[in-house]
């Protein structure tokens, strides 16, 4: 019992801290347009877009979204000491990692979401029998009352178009060039010659054993450089892009949010404040623990 308390309260103070450390960075960072961000640690707000219209598709539901989580459980039935108990297992996770676009009205920027801290409020909720769901487009989410006759549950969060969107991290200006170079681009062009090999014999096995040797290939490493180095040339012409994504500090927490900063500023105040509240009973029940036994 006495260790259990000693991992509450670590558990409790940790959660503690890393919620305080988030209202803290919330509450005093300044709120920056995106035409006057400084490159770094950045707080942005607008709304979220596709990037040239390009919706992107929740697995599960097929809603289209800018963003999603989703997770089918498969329900266990299973006895222990006794008694019947049932639980659910994770059979399949999956979160997007599709850039999409935030605006401000006046300017734009690119946004990644890779292992970012998204806190959303658009969640659906579904149960079936099969472990895909065959029902789509989910308008809302099912009660529980479902769950009693379906051995799956399927959940989805989302980030729908045209929310509203506050965003903390790190913000860049990157290149074309910068984000590619040029053996990237040559290897790329060298995987899609290779996806059509008829073409790719058809084009370099001069000859004609039905077979590409070294030689040959290296005429195609030379031809797959110079297509390279104009594609990269092309990538060179084109603007830069601004792109908001997780910091390189890991102290630095990556937030995407559809609440209002003052509304996430509260969430975070709550949690710390139970947090800390969860500390100190941990602190105290262990004393009387220590006192008791000692």
């Given at each position: ?203 370099f096995d001069t000859n004609r054993d039905g077979n590409i040797d070294q030689q040959e290939w290296e005429a195609a490493r030379s031809e797959a450089q110079a297509e390279a180095q104009r594609i990269y040339d092309q990538l060179a012409l ?57």
């Amino acid at each position: 019992m006495l260790g259990m308390m000693i991992i509450a309260v670590l558990l409790s103070f940790y959660w503690f801290v890393r919620n305080w450390k988030r209202l803290r960075l919330i509450e005093d960072t300044p709120t920056a347009k995106l035409r006057s961000a400084h490159q770094g640690y950045v707080e942005l707000e607008g709304k979220g877009q596709f990037i040239d219209n390009r919706p992107v598709y929740a697995p599960l539901s097929n809603h289209p979204c800018l963003w999603y989580s989703s997770k089918i459980e498969q329900q266990e039935t299973f006895t222990e000491n006794g008694r019947t108990q049932t639980r659910w297992n994770v059979v399949y996770s999956n979160t997007s990692e599709h850039h999409f676009r935030l605006t401000d009205g006046a300017s734009s920027c690119d946004v990644d979401p890779d292992r970012a801290e998204v806190n959303g409020n658009e969640k659906l909720v579904w149960y079936g029998n099969t472990e895909w769901p065959v029902r789509t487009q989910m308008l809302e989410s099912q009660s529980i009352v479902h769950a009693m006759s379906n051995r799956y549950r399927y959940s989805e969060s989302l980030i729908l178009p045209g929310q509203a969107l506050y965003i903390l991290g790190q913000f860049s200006t990157r290149s074309a060039t910068a984000r590619k170079s040029l053996r990237d681009v040559m290897i790329g062009v060298i995987n899609e010659w290779k996806r059509d090999q008829p073409a790719l014999r058809q084009r370099f096995d001069t000859n004609r054993d039905g077979n590409i040797d070294q030689q040959e290939w290296e005429a195609a490493r030379s031809e797959a450089q110079a297509e390279a180095q104009r594609i990269y040339d092309q990538l060179a012409l084109e603007p830069d892009a601004n792109v908001i994504a997780k910091p390189l500090n890991p102290s630095q927490p990556f937030i995407i949010s559809v609440y209002p900063q003052t509304l996430l500023a509260q969430k975070f105040r709550r949690n710390s404040y139970a947090a800390l509240t969860a500390c100190v009973v941990s602190v105290c029940a262990a004393a009387w623990l220590i006192h008791v036994h000692g």
